[in-house]
Nanobody, 115 residues
Framework: QVQLVESGGGLVQPGGSLRLSCAAS????????MSWYRQAPGKQRELVAA???????NFAVSVKGRFTISRDNAKNTVYLQMNTLKPEDTAVYFC?????????WGQGTQVTVSS
């Protein structure tokens, strides 16, 4: 059974940094496009960043220049480095893996940016 397990969330002050990790199991990780989404209270889930199997990345406009996404295929793990965090980055962050008709989600990790 495919599992995506996120970690690294928490409480951070504005301007701080966090690194989220998503460890995948029971899937051919290297062929999947891996993405991070987030959902704030009362808002729709939105794409934050994605990285394809070949390493091409894209980012939401709101995080471009502050967040980076990377993957380690040897560890079946995708990362989201978040710098210069703002209160509006507060949300539950979800890991997603997608390849053709296969579409998997993690359970989410809470990120709270507050002083």
């Amino acid at each position: 059974q495919v599992q995506l397990v996120e970690s690294g969330g928490g409480l951070v002050q504005p301007g701080g940094s966090l690194r989220l990790s998503c460890a995948a199991s029971e899937m051919i990780f290297s062929i999947f496009t891996m993405s991070w989404y987030r959902q704030a209270p009362g808002k729709q889930r939105e794409l934050v960043a994605a990285i394809t199997s070949s390493g091409v990345t894209n980012f939401a406009v709101s995080v471009k220049g502050r967040f980076t996404i990377s993957r380690d295929n040897a560890k079946n793990t995708v990362y989201l480095q978040m710098n210069t965090l703002k209160p509006e980055d507060t949300a539950v962050y979800f890991c997603n893996g997608r390849y053709e008709t296969w579409d998997y989600w993690g359970q989410g990790t809470q990120v709270t940016v507050s002083s």
